[in-house]
């Protein structure tokens, strides 16, 4: 009944006890829904199917709940969309596996929804992926994809106080073994960051981050804050961008208080998986310390209740990026091959100040010209927003958009996937609106989702989207105007 192969040394008595995984390292998609089905428990473990794969395979939810009316902070921690990142799915399974055996290690106030393996046809095939050649973490704005339709009806229906995404990266990627160094820490951890996030859930969030170095210092994992970037001194590290298409910033603005989890692997290395025992036991390490304690959580669902009820700013951040304010200097730890030492390699590029550039007052409401009402109504629908299709023409005072120019091309500043679109606002005019006009209106429970998806002049966009960059008029006029006056 041991687990051999995930078993990590020193982990709590509690995972020998836990029922085998089967065969590998890795747990199959098979063994992943029988396992789910065997310790299925009217009460207390309960599985559903919240989607299918193109492929046909199902996306399981696993909802554990021991307290019944003590049960209220809904935390709800999802893993796998990239199918060939896998330690937070092995997490996900282990720790299901123990309580399954010893439910009184849930606490009765936690309504915890996991689901390990969003994306089960690239999980099958090892591949980032789904099984349609989309990466489904860039997939949170237009969700056309199955697996983030499923994710998504099931955060709006949840509605998780407490959300957390689970991958993994390089440890060692090019521009450090070049270097002869090693990307050190064997697990990362963010939170999400969007303008449109209240500042009191974000800096909580990172609080916990930052809570997070002692913890995992104590247990002996290697730990830092998760960064994205090349090797210091002379490249950029920043924290991940700031846009919604992943699922961090896209529960975010839910109301969650959410975060990414990034442990790391070695591909350069023949047996990649050779350390996952460790990476699993660092997963758990820091699942259980965004769990926290009974005062952590109570503060987690005040933020995440506070969040979804904080009326809008005044301004919407559309422009922003990362930099180092007054260029402090700080060390980032790699391991040196050659040595195995932990270096501290000084460097005045890492960029942790997030820079509002440009921003546009928040309007009253989006208003979706009539002749592309139908490419939109199906984002519309799979985001669940609220939206009147018009029957009678209506009067509004609105501001057209116009598309200047999209850039592809990799940009040094923003440092970003390429998908910046450049929009001009123009003043508001009178206008008759047509029948079969969409009305997105911003006094409803997501409008932060409604804004993020629909802004016209947000730099990282809907119009990064070819299919949606096609709608705009000879001269550059976009088919979402911004709703002054109704
Ligand atoms: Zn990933």
Known sequence: MLIPHLRPAGLLLLSLLAPAYAKGPLTSYADMAALLHRVERPGFITVTEEGRSHQGRSIFLVHLR??????????????????????????????IQELAQHPEALPEDVDLYLMPMLNP??????????????????????????????????????????????????????????????????????????PLIPETVKSAALERVEGARTVLANAGIPFNRYAVGGPPPDAELRPSTPEVDDGRNSLGTLGAVSFIIESSVRHEIPDPQVDLPQRVRAYRALYDHLLGDVSWRRRVVGLAEEARRAPLPPFIATNVFWANLGGKVSEVPVRELAT??????????????????????TPRAYLIEARSAERFRPVLEAQGLRYEVLGAPRRLKAEPCRLLRY???????????????????????????????????????????????????????????APFRALAQADGTLPVLRVVEE
């Open 407 to 465: 850039e592809a091309p990799f940009d040094e500043l923003y440092h970003r996937h390429p998908s910046r679109q450049i929009v001009a606002r123009d003043a508001a005019r009178e206008l008759e609106a047509p029948v079969g006009s969409l009305l997105v209106p911003l006094d409803q429970p997501l409008a932060r989702r409604a804004i993020q998806v629909l802004e016209p002049c947000m730099l990282f966009g809907l119009y990064s989207y």
């Open 121 to 194: 046809d690239g999980a099958e095939a090892h591949t980032r992926l789904n099984g349609v050649g989309e990466d489904l973490n860039r997939d949170h704005i237009l969700l056309e994809q199955p697996e983030t339709q499923a994710l998504h009806r099931v955060a709006r229906r949840v509605q998780p106080h407490l959300a957390t995404d689970s991958h993994e990266f390089e440890r060692a990627p090019g521009g450090y073994l070049e270097k002869g160094w090693v990307f050190w820490p064997l697990i990362t951890l963010d939170a999400a960051n969007h």
């Open 66 to 95: 021991r307290g019944a009316k003590k049960a209220q902070c809904r935390v709800l921690f999802y893993a796998q969309q990239h199918g060939d990142e896998v330690a937070g799915k092995e997490a996900q399974l282990q720790w």
């Open 340 to 361: 195995g030492r932990t270096l501290k390699v000084p460097t005045a590029n890492a960029m942790t100040d997030l820079v509002v550039k440009q921003s546009v007052p």
